[in-house]
Structures are given as structure tokens and as C-alpha cells.
């Protein structure tokens, strides 16, 4: 291993940490060497390591190149790159120290204008959503979950026998280590029960995909073998890309003219360049929408805080807070966070459940389809079998192009 990768062994860092703090480490080593540099960042780091280098002056720059960017986030850049240096033994004099932090960006509030997200915006969103875009994000906006725990959610993990809806994040899905009871509307658990009825053919649609990119190479392991025991067997780019889709078919985001070519990305903050709406927005309309709920004898703060798993209210609130308690006050509050999407676009909500009833119809008749035996098929004994290459070849493409017609595509 590395320097780099021994100090994240070291720390022990959840993957999202580790996702920020690598980002900081490489932006540095890039803004020490340039992109010519070439992408070996453990190299990198060691060639930075062993220079004589005014360390000071070398994280001013650093800091100063990131000044388009939310000055949290900058903090957070700096601490992750500050534990790396630090680790391997590059100390700072106190007041260099000082200097370095002098230049870091003042306040916490992000600096991106941020749309308000309305239930109106929310309801064009989810006007333009697959089966399992919908499912994912009801599920995300109705439980205030973080992304990451949300896509880390097992089969075993939610009971759909029960009002409201649960579901158990565990401790190791959570930013806090802490295991967690929430809940989902009904709207998002029917959502949910829709996209479970053909999530067993998205994953082999998924799979000869990935079979039909790797040609001869493949292996009867294939990458989405790591998430099949998932509700959500998508990885954090999918959801982006699904994400990006809705706002840009909602006409929030990308417009482009009759040539293809983008006139404008209404969703671009273009002064910071990030998103103005973004999924974790959802989970601060959760926040912000629940907590204004009354209901008799509840804290809604307090119930609301320890729904979303916020640190601090898990250790000191959390026992306070009973989840009989918490399951009485979701369900008095639960329509804060429901949308209502049977009610707009496309007319009346009959008319949307007249569509819902056909679409199960076409998902029904997807299903009963007769193909060849994908799943009786043993791969390792076929490998090296050119017929059977041959065939795969031409079932990926049917079935891709089934698949995009009827469910669209999760990851472009």
C-alpha cells in the first residue's frame, strides 16, 4: 500500500469520508504538479513527501484554487488534507499554521443559490421518473435518510407489512455509526412494492449488460453481483444520472435547441458551478416540513432530528424519543411528505391511475415473456463457447432495448 491508502486504513474512515478526503488529497497533489503529472497519486504523494517543500506556502496556493468553492467545503478539504500530511509527519510551525487557517474562506453557509425546493417543483420531478427512479427518491424525500443509506438498504431492512412503512437503517450504513428506525409514506412504499415486481429482471438486464461489455474477458462475478441483495442495486453515480434526468425532463435543467446543442443548464449555479437542486435537498425538506407538523404530545423537533439520525440526538434524545412514539408522530405527519404525484400532470387522478394499472399490465406482460433460459444457463461451463457468445451478444441487445423502452436506463 501507499502513503494514502495507509492513512485511510489508519483512520478507518466511512466510504464518504474517504470519498472527500481522497478527492482533497489528489486536488492538491494536481495543484502542486499540474494534470501533466499523470493520475499515479500514490506516487505523487510520495514525491511530495520527500521534497524539500515550504509546506505553507504550498497550502495557501492550494486553498486559494479552491476559492469557487463553498467555504465548508473547503474546510473539509483542508482537514481531510491536513490529517494526510499530518500523518506522515509534516508539521507546520504554529504560526505558519495560523496563516494557512487566515486564509481559508469565513463562514459555513453554502455560497450555490439553492432553488427552493416546493411541492410543486417536486411534483414535475416526479412527473418524469422510471419505476425505480421513483421508488429510489419518494423513498430518500419520505424517510430523510442520507443517499448512502438509502442505497445501502437490504431486502431485509424494510417491512412493508407495516403503517407506516419501516425501515432499519444500520449503524454501519449511517454517518454516525448509529442504527436507526424510519419510516416511509405510502406513497413511496407503493412505489416501492412496484419497482420490487420487476427488480429481479432489471438486475439480469443489468448483468448481461455488464457480461456483454466485458466480451472475452468476463467473469460469471460480475460487478453487479455486489449489490443484488440491495433494494436500491445502484450504485451513487446511477442515482446521480437518475437524479439529472428527472430535473433536465422537468425542464429545470439542460435546454437544448433543435440541433442538440445545450443553450442553457437552468440547474447550474454559475458562480460556484454545483446544482441548485441537488438530492440532498430532499432530506432538508424533509427537516424543515416535518418539524412544522403539531402533533399531540410530541416534540416535533426532537422526533424529527432522531428520524434523520443527526448526531447528538441518537445519544441524548434517542431514548427519550421511544419508537412507538416516533411511529405515532410519522404517521400524524406523514403528509408533509407525500406528494400527491396522482394528482398532477398528465390530468386527472384518474386518468394517472388508469396509466399506473397499464404500466403494471406492460411490467406483467414483460415479465411472462418467454426468452432464453438467462438464469438456467451455466457460465463458467459456457465461457469459452463462441454459439453461446454469439447468442449473448444478440440478447443484450433485445433486451436493452426492451429494457429502455419500458423502464428507461439507471446509469446512461
Do not use: C
Not at 101 to 119: C, D, S, V
Not at 151 to 156: T, V
Amino acid at each position: 500500500m501507499g502513503r494514502i491508502e495507509d492513512y485511510f486504513t489508519e483512520k478507518g474512515l466511512k466510504p464518504k469520508s474517504r470519498q472527500i478526503y481522497t478527492f482533497a488529497i489528489r486536488a492538491f497533489l494536481k495543484y502542486i504538479y499540474g494534470s501533466s503529472a499523470g493520475t499515479d497519486y500514490e506516487n505523487l504523494a510520495e514525491r511530495y513527501l520527500n521534497e524539500d517543500r515550504n509546506h505553507k506556502k504550498d497550502l495557501i496556493g492550494f486553498i486559494g484554487s479552491l476559492r469557487s468553492r463553498p467555504p465548508l467545503s473547503v474546510r473539509t478539504y483542508f482537514s481531510g488534507l491536513m490529517g494526510f500530511l499530518q500523518y506522515n509527519e509534516v508539521e507546520l510551525k504554529p504560526a505558519h499554521l495560523l496563516q494557512v487557517k487566515a486564509a481559508l474562506p469565513k463562514g459555513h453557509i453554502a455560497r450555490t443559490h439553492e432553488t427552493e425546493l416546493t411541492k410543486e417543483i417536486l411534483q414535475s420531478l416526479f412527473a418524469q421518473t422510471t419505476v425505480y427512479s421513483r421508488a429510489l427518491y419518494l423513498t430518500l424525500l419520505s424517510s430523510g435518510g442520507r443517499i448512502g443509506e438509502i442505497l445501502s438498504l437490504k431486502i431485509d431492512d424494510i417491512d412493508l407489512t407495516k403503517d407506516p412503512t419501516e425501515i432499519e437503517i444500520r449503524g454501519e450504513y449511517t454517518k454516525t455509526g448509529q442504527r436507526r428506525l424510519a419510516f416511509i409514506s405510502q406513497e413511496a412504499a407503493q412505489a416501492t412494492k412496484e419497482w420490487l415486481k420487476v427488480r429481479d429482471t432489471y438486475l439480469k438486464r443489468r448483468q448481461l449488460r455488464e457480461l456483454h461489455a466485458l466480451g472475452d474477458k468476463w467473469e460469471t462475478n460480475t460487478k453487479i453481483e455486489q449489490y443484488k441483495d440491495r433494494i436500491f442495486p445502484f450504485t451513487y453515480r446511477n442515482a446521480i444520472t437518475m437524479w439529472r434526468r428527472m430535473i433536465n425532463k422537468a425542464g429545470l435543467g439542460r435546454i437544448y435547441n433543435d440541433s442538440g446543442e445545450l443553450i442553457e443548464d437552468k440547474n447550474l449555479d454559475k458562480t460556484t458551478m454545483r446544482s441548485k437542486i441537488h438530492p440532498h435537498m430532499l432530506r432538508k425538506y424533509f427537516r424543515t416540513y416535518l418539524a412544522a407538523v403539531h402533533v399531540e404530545g410530541v416534540n416535533s423537533l426532537d422526533a424529527v432530528e432522531v428520524l434523520m439520525g443527526h448526531e447528538g440526538y441518537l445519544t441524548k434524545s434517542y431514548r427519550r424519543v421511544p419508537e412507538s412514539i416516533l411511529r405515532s408522530f410519522y404517521k400524524g405527519a406523514e403528509h408533509a411528505v407525500t406528494i400527491n404525484t396522482n394528482t398532477v400532470v398528465g390530468g386527472s387522478a384518474i386518468q394517472n391511475d388508469e396509466l399506473r394499472r397499464i404500466q403494471r399490465q406492460l411490467d406483467l406482460l414483460m415479465e411472462q415473456r418467454e426468452r432464453p433460459p438467462v438464469q438456467e444457463i451455466d457460465f463458467a461451463q459456457l465461457k469459452n463457447n463462441p454459439a453461446f457468445l454469439q447468442w449473448l451478444n444478440r440478447e443484450f441487445i433485445i433486451a436493452e432495448g426492451d429494457a429502455e423502452k419500458e423502464y428507461g436506463t439507471a446509469d446512461g
